[in-house]
């Protein structure tokens, strides 16, 4: 049976929508989360002028050089600003989705391809990280083309080697995908035992597994001592994930996973992500601080296996426009988190909170839980340099305002013994 690829002219078109979806809009948001903290760690802002974790700030562009070099090289000729810092990430993530589009429609035909996309480009979490000015999308494509590589029919020695430096990009641009390329492995056995992979993509899986363990437990291990990351604020792990990756590309998932009894190429992406949802449940065991957003290196076999699972429906369905109309419910269902996404860049307004903040008067204790960002926009405005505050802490004794970044699910901030007044003119 002959496979029916996208055309030259489809994957254009693609690519161009991709581009400007990533790429287009990360001027318009404020800084939020680390954002602050990546220039310090770029060293394009001194350590001590915006407030953080100073020994990790310090240790940050050792522990990432393939990004601490990319992202500087580009600030060369980029403005450092919001947008400037954010299009190193954007490009890797836009890149990502377009290259991932690609080697779909190669391998296993044209309606794998656009369900590719339609999960990925529909990926809430991707867009969001990928247009951070950090380097979730860098890190993800470097480990996206290990894979392409690890399972290239072609058993020359050259595609070994590709294996080996784009996992070693990987690996020190986020030190996590240790982690992913560990579990690549051991399904990597798995499914040559079921008869899933050849001898050539069982090694070079080995490959990436060895050659990001070794400089891992040596060099970055010892690096990480202490380390201190976000949390998924009392949610389970678990369930944290499946809500980032969505209901629908999950559900699809597991309807995928039907696929590896009946076809060998889908066994061993049922095994890694049966060995991701048990490695994400019990991630703070192992990890200690387990950030949601690291979440984003298990995504990718859910991906495929929802794109899977909607191939094998579109094939079902009789008639070009009821293949179609397939697709557009797949997008239709993922539209709601996109279109959240693009009225803020699930962000939060840090601009904003700082406008409250300069309005209120001078003289009042200014607190935050990312103050760093607060900073950046209430400088040039009141010259304030906010403290950093948790629920929880102890307030000053004085008149205080906080700046609370926190979701619109979380309850209405409480202070025993103080009385609290909110402004409604923040998001």
């Known amino acids: ?13 693609v690519a161009i929508v991709v581009l400007v979806m990533l790429v287009a ?66 490009v890797a993530g836009a890149i990502l989705i377009i290259v991932s589009f690609v080697s779909a429609s190669r391998t296993r035909g044209h309606r ?19 247009q951070q000015n950090r380097f979730y999308g860098l890190s993800l494509l470097w480990a996206t083309f290990a894979c392409i590589y690890c399972f290239k029919s ?47 993509v069982l090694r070079r899986w080995l490959i990436a597994a ?40 999950f559900a699809l998932a597991l309807v995928g996973m039907a696929l590896a009894f009946r076809d060998s190429y889908w066994r061993w992406w049922a095994l890694l992500f049966v060995l991701d949802l048990a490695f994400v449940a019990v991630s703070p065991r192992l990890v200690g601080n387990w950030n949601p957003r690291y979440g984003l290196f298990f995504m990718p076999p859910i991906w495929v296996l929802a794109a899977g699972a909607s191939e094998a429906v579109c094939r079902a369905l009789a008639g070009s426009v009821t293949r179609l109309a397939w697709f557009g419910a797949l997008a239709v269902m993922l539209a709601p988190k996109v279109a959240s996404h693009y009225l803020d860049g699930s962000r939060h307004d840090f601009r904003s909170a700082a406008s409250v903040v ?20 209430l400088r040039p405005l009141t010259g304030q340099r906010p403290r950093y505050w948790a629920p929880g802490l ?3 004794e004085d008149a205080t305002i906080v700046a609370l970044a926190s979701n619109a699910w979380a309850p209405p901030l409480r202070v025993p013994g103080r009385g609290v007044e909110f402004s409604s003119r923040v998001r």
Do not use: C
């Not at 300069?358 to 607060?374: C, F, I, M, T, Y």
């Open 112 to 130: 794998f391809a656009w369900s590719l996309l339609i999960l990925m480009g529909g990926s809430q979490t991707l867009l969001w990280l990928a």
């Open 210 to 249: 060895g050659v990001t363990a070794v400089p891992y437990l040596v060099y970055l291990r010892p690096l990480l001592s202490g380390w201190v990351s976000g949390n998924t604020g009392g949610t389970s792990p678990l369930v944290s994930f499946i809500a980032q990756t969505g209901i629908v590309p």
């Open 154 to 200: 072609d058993t020359r020695l050259r595609y070994d080697m590709a294996v080996a430096v784009f996992s070693l990009l990987a690996l020190f641009t986020h030190n996590l995908t240790v982690v992913a390329f560990g579990l690549a492995a051991v399904a990597s056995v798995g499914a040559w035992l079921w008869g899933g992979i050849s001898t050539t």
């Open 1 to 13: 049976m002959t496979l029916k690829v996208v055309g030259v002219g489809q994957t254009l078109a």
């Open 358 to 377: 300069a309005s209120s008067g001078p003289g009042n204790s200014v607190v935050s839980n990312w103050p760093a960002d607060l900073q950046w926009y």
């Open 25 to 90: 809009p990360v001027g318009r948001w404020a800084w939020d989360h680390d954002e602050v903290h990546t220039l310090v760690e770029l060293g394009r802002i001194p350590i001590g002028e915006y407030p953080g974790p100073t020994a990790q700030l310090e240790r940050m562009h050792r522990l990432v050089p393939v990004w601490n070099f990319v992202q500087n090289s580009a600030l060369t000729f980029l403005p450092q600003n919001e947008w400037g810092t954010r299009m190193v990430g954007s």
């Open 394 to 396: 102890p307030l000053p």
